[in-house]
């Protein structure tokens, strides 16, 4: 079992930067592959980036690419979130997600579990 808890949401100006973190919990973390996922209000939940569990490979959306970064420390287990550059459209709640599965999917149901979400709010 893994419990994730997200932090680091908040409001932010047009091309501020905010930097998210997610703590898991369990001795298992560096096995599973790690994602940010975001939704928006009235919207679908979207992926954003991920990130297999030897930090190799790495995923972002096109409208994150360039802006986004993100990058996990197995010793901590932390995955972090580093976002430049932000937009209004970046508004949403942001979850982090872990996956047992090896590799990376675009798809929410490949993920077992869920953090909380944590709100980031950029006003223009």
């Known amino acids: 079992q893994v419990q994730l808890v997200e932090s680091g949401g908040g409001l932010v100006q047009a091309g501020g930067s905010l930097r998210l973190s997610c703590v898991a919990s369990?001795?298992?973390?560096?096995?599973?592959?790690m994602a940010w996922f975001r939704q928006a209000p009235g919207k679908e939940r979207e992926i954003v980036s991920a990130?297999?569990?030897?930090?190799?490979?790495?995923y972002y959306a096109d409208s994150v690419k360039g802006r986004f970064t993100i990058s996990r420390d197995n010793a901590k287990n932390t995955v972090s979130l580093q976002m430049n550059s932000l937009k209004p459209e970046d508004t949403a709640v942001y979850y982090c997600?872990?996956?047992?599965?090896?590799?990376?999917?675009?798809?929410?149901?490949?993920?077992?579990?869920w953090g909380q979400g944590t709100r980031v709010t950029v006003s223009s």
């Open positions: 369990g001795r298992t973390f560096i096995a599973h592959t």
């Open positions: 990130i297999t569990n030897n930090g190799v490979t790495t």
């Open positions: 997600a872990a996956a047992r599965t090896f590799g990376y999917s675009t798809r929410d149901d490949f993920y077992d579990y």
